[in-house]
């Protein structure tokens, strides 16, 4: 984020290199990958990333959801804040979105 495209791509190449994905391929020809990858992030191929990490975001922030949902449903059936953090690793800011969330069904 707040990285241009080139130092985006010298990014992924650097962390591939560091976790030895393709290390050799990227050390001997990095500026060519390099200009080829600037050359293919077309408009088009932008928008489909764009819209792909939004789907993912989305997925997320659903399971997010979901999970505060579930966790004040088992406040409302007689669990603890203690039992949600023992047994389903509950967050403070989890416990406090579920019973948030037992205040609006209500």
Do not use: P, W, Y
């Not at 579930?70 to 023992?86: F, I, N, P, V, Y």
Request: proline share 0%.
């Amino acid at each position: 984020e707040g990285q241009s495209d080139k130092e985006a791509v010298e990014n992924a190449i650097d962390d591939c290199v560091s976790k030895g994905i393709l290390a050799e391929f990227f050390k001997r020809r990095r500026n060519e990958v390099t200009k080829v990858i600037m050359i293919d992030m077309t408009f088009e191929a932008r928008e489909k990333l764009i819209r792909e990490e939004e789907r993912a975001e989305g997925r997320e922030e659903g399971l997010e959801q979901g999970r505060i949902k579930a966790l004040a449903q088992m406040l409302s059936r007689g669990g603890t804040e203690e039992d949600l953090k023992r047994f389903h690793d509950a967050s403070e800011d989890e416990i406090k979105l579920a019973k948030q969330e037992l205040l609006t069904v209500r």
